[in-house]
């Protein structure tokens, strides 16, 4: 069972971290832990743009945005987790670092990129 002092949880909290603060550098040097992610943004930042269409990149919180960057690499580009696990971290992520309504647009837009890819859950 998943707690708040999982690994798991606690590494994608370090990801969003980065990722969130990352999109405000001026140099935009990618700390390790995310340098992976980074080099496959032009495809993720793709995937958000269709998965929500009616919310360009620069209209998305920066905070909702590097939470899904994070889950769109976990889902597409790695694959090795489950597409019910990636939404579910997802989702709390959201209800913890974002506002009222990220998990549900969080939650959405990762419905729709499953939905797209015809992704098994």
């Known amino acids: 069972m998943k707690t708040s ?28 832990d995310i340098k992976e992610i980074v080099e496959h943004l032009s495809e993720i930042d793709s995937l958000i743009e269709k998965s929500a269409p009616n919310r360009p990149l620069t209209q998305i919180n920066r905070i909702d945005l590097a939470i899904l960057r994070n889950s769109i690499f976990e889902l597409i580009i790695k694959g090795d987790t489950p597409p019910k696990v990636v939404v579910d971290e997802a989702v709390e992520l959201g209800k913890e670092f974002g506002s009222d309504s990220t998990s549900s647009f969080v939650n959405g837009a990762l419905g729709k990129l499953i939905e797209i890819k015809k992704i098994r859950t």
Do not use: E, G, T, Y
Not at 14 to 30: E, M, T
């Open 5 to 32: 002092k999982d690994p798991r949880h606690l590494k994608r909290i370090k990801i969003i971290q980065d990722l969130f603060s990352w999109s405000f550098s001026v140099k935009k040097r990618a700390p390790s």
